[in-house]
């Protein structure tokens, strides 16, 4: 259940992109859009006084890693590419 609530808190992070969520957490995007459609309808909360856990922070972190890698890849293939 723990993956479930961090992937599904992360996809809510506006400028996340439910794609990358999957991806990061290993699980089909269709899985995480279910799931968010699921905690939206209340059958999947945090806690049990369905309160945001923090325990997200390390895989934002991961995910920023990442979009700043692949802003990184891509201007050095732009570079290449001149």
């Known amino acids: 259940m723990e993956v479930k609530v961090k992937a599904v808190m992360l996809s809510l992070i ?3 992109q439910v794609k990358e969520v999957a991806k990061t957490s290993n699980i089909h995007h269709f899985i995480l859009s279910r799931w968010r459609k699921e905690f939206q309808e209340r059958k999947v ?3 049990k006084r ?5 325990v997200v922070s390390k895989t934002e ?3 920023s890693r990442v979009k700043s890698l692949e802003a990184g890849i891509r201007k050095l293939k732009q ?3 001149l």
Not at 50 to 54: A, E, I
Request: net charge negative; charged share 45%; proline share 6%.
């Open 14 to 16: 506006e400028g996340i």
């Open 45 to 47: 909360v945090a806690d």
């Open 50 to 54: 369905r309160k945001p856990t923090g």
């Open 61 to 63: 972190k991961e995910i």
């Open 79 to 81: 570079e290449l590419d």
